[in-house]
């Protein structure tokens, strides 16, 4: 028995920006959710070392999980035990983990629309239902407690994703607060989606587990730590689940990539550079919420995390991935259609990401007004 899953529609953007740079035409790559930064310096020196001396192998690293344990402890004042991370190769294996070492096939999975295409694919991959609760301006993109206690029968589970993807909208405290409480009252499971967590540009995020200890958490070293390339993750689960998130990383992938976790290590110690780099993305936003009017794109989700413009294009197209291409073709530009993030209404709509260089972002505006000047006066003939 398979399991009919979407196409992630930006890969052909990006197959089709990479032959267009192939045949000389400059690209700027705003498609993928990847940082156009490397590792930490620090990070990469020391993986250089570990090459050279090691042969290495299967291996989790004790050191890396006390290190992150210690992270949740500074950083959102909650005590995570060793014993309760498993270590991943990235964000997408750990989501495979929490859903299939905690749900059974037949299980219903709340999430929001718009999010990301991995969350609906992996529910479905694995034989479970996607549940899609549309998610609009009124509540900045995001499911809330309120949303979540109307849905009948409830719900085995629900991702929850702050800052989300496609978005970068984060919900407040006190909402996931109240998403706790309702999730608790009727017996929802939660799987909270961090990975963009220390990219923000206003109050700082939560995690989910300081609401509510029984929380199942997702996270990377693929964005704050601009090490998307290095494939390393973590999940972590309750104590009374440990083993069985152990007994399924095994069996599924063996371990994280050694190299990785050495490597890791030193880089969650790299926070003045890791800051720098989102200082660059603030400017990024800061450059594109400017420019925004001149497109006339007034319709966007609000940025306050990751680094994505979520922005409704539809005054202009009902079908993105063709609009996307188009302007790739015109001005070199590449972004991702709305299609992925939102079956229903994303074909209305487009994701820019500004994990780039500023001086990428300030050349790919020059080229985007002049194009969306003439998109708005064809449209309007």
Known sequence: MSAEIDPFYAISVSGLAHRLKAEGRSIIHMEFGQPSTGAPKAAIEAAHAVLDAEAMGYWESAPL????????????GVTVEPSQITLTCGASPALVLALSATFKPGDVIAMARPGYVAYRNNVKALHMVPLEIPCGPETRYQLTADLLARIEPAPAGVILASPANPTGTVIPGDELAAIAQVCRDRGIRIISDEIYHGLSYAEPTHSMLEYEPQTIVVNSFSKYFSMAGWRLGWLIVPKAEASRAVAYM???????????QHAALVAMDSRDELEGHLATYRRNRELLLEALPALGLEKIA???????????VGRLTDDSLSFCKQLLQDTGVATAPGIDFDPVDGRRYIRMSFAVSTP??????????????????????
């Open 65 to 76: 999980k006390a290190r992150i344990c210690r992270h949740y402890a500074e950083t959102y």
């Open 302 to 312: 609000p940025p306050d995390g990751a680094f994505y413009i979520w922005a409704d």
């Open 250 to 260: 095994g069996a599924l992938f063996l371990t994280a990539p050694s190299l990785a």
């Open 360 to 381: 990428e972002i300030e050349e790919a505006i020059r080229r985007l007004v002049p194009w969306f000047e003439q998109a708005r006066a064809e449209a309007a003939a």
